[in-house]
Structures are given as C-alpha cells and as structure tokens.
C-alpha cells in the first residue's frame, strides 16, 4: 500500500463514519456523473464525424477567397499567353485550327474526396479513429469516477481486512498490469467473471486472515 493510500485511509478511520443513506446518495450522485460524462464524449464523437462529412463534402469555388480569385486571375492571363504562342506555333506548322492541341486551366473545388471511393475509405477511417477516441475518454471517465466511489465504499466498511482490500489499486485486484496473450483471447464477459471470482477469492482470505 502507497503512503497516499495509507494516509488516505488513516484520515477515513479517524472521521466519523457516513451513514448508508449518504453513501448510497454520494454513490447515486458519482453514478448520474459518470453517465453525463460519457454522454458528453458520445457526443463529442458525433460532432466530430459531423465535421468531418462536412469538410468531405465542401466544394469551393475560386472567387469565394481573394488570394484564390487573384491566383486564378494570374493563371488565366499567363495560359492565355502561352496559348497563343502554340497558336502560332501550330499556324506555322500547317496543322488546322479544329486538329490544333491546346492549354488551358482549371479550377478544381475538390481534393481527393472527389472520388467516391476515396470518400468512403476516409469516412471508414474517420469513423474508426472517432470510435477509439470515445473509447479512450470513457475510460478515463471509469477511471475518474472508481476513485471516489472507492473512497466511499471505504467509509463504510467497519473492518481493517475490509479497508486493507479495497484500498488495492485496479493493477493489484487484477494481479498484473495488461491480461497474458491467452486471456485476451478469452471473451469479455467471461474474463470479468473469472477476475470477479478472483477478487472473491481474495477478499475472503483477507477477512478470515
């Protein structure tokens, strides 16, 4: 157990104990904040893709920007020139006007999402990136809100082998910090079964220690 941890439950020992009403509405409270939170990151994830499909999905046009519109303007005059002189080059050469190469230019108010394909392999992979983003921030949301629901159940518990096992750090309850290859094969619900059991285990020898 950390010096923090110590201190942590030194301070809970020495204050009068809450009553269950309070630990249940402290606990209804952390519970009704958790699920803002991961709304807000739910959120969150839809803002992102929406902004994303609308960045896709934008077509500018050369005059909506001043720089753009001079760029243009500069462009046009300069390709006219050198058309010209192929005019005259090919005028030269005997080859008909209507038979005659030419060289002009263009305004393209589309990147690489101009091609279907392209569009769905970046929607794909926004989507993909979105999703692990949300995952990550409810994570941290779970993790944000063990502690103080930790610190609740503990200011209800009576025992010092009560106190001793639920001042254990997530990585000591599951015994190692990330789970063997061969467990990560096995599925969730089944490894939370096998892990809650393991806590049982645990926690039983501490009480009869």
């Not at 050469?93 to 970046?122: C, Q, T």
Request: one cysteine or more.
């Amino acid at each position: 157990m950390s010096n923090g941890e110590e201190a942590a439950g030194a301070q809970v020992a020495d204050q009068p104990p809450m009553s269950k009403s309070e630990r249940e509405d402290l606990q209804r409270l952390i519970r009704q904040r958790e699920k803002v939170l991961k709304s807000a990151a739910k959120q969150r994830s839809a803002e992102l893709l929406a902004d994303f499909e609308n960045q896709m999905g934008s077509m500018y046009s050369f005059d909506q920007d001043e720089v753009w519109a001079n760029a243009t303007e500069v462009a046009e005059r300069e390709v006219a020139k050198a058309q010209d002189r192929i005019a005259a080059q090919c005028a030269k050469m005997g080859i008909p006007e209507r038979f005659a190469p030419s060289l002009d230019v263009h305004w393209y108010s589309r990147g690489e999402n101009a091609v279907k394909a392209r569009r769905v392999e970046l929607r794909k992979m926004a989507v993909t990136r979105i999703a692990a983003i949300e995952r990550k921030a409810i994570v941290e949301i779970e993790k944000g809100c063990l502690d103080p629901q930790t610190r609740i159940a503990v200011a209800g518990l009576t025992s010092d082998a009560a106190r001793q096992f639920a001042a254990l750090s997530v990585t000591e309850m599951a015994g190692e910090a990330e789970p063997p290859a061969a467990e990560q094969l096995v599925s969730a619900n089944t490894l939370r079964q096998r892990r809650f059991r393991q806590r049982q285990v645990t926690l039983r020898n501490a009480i009869e220690a």
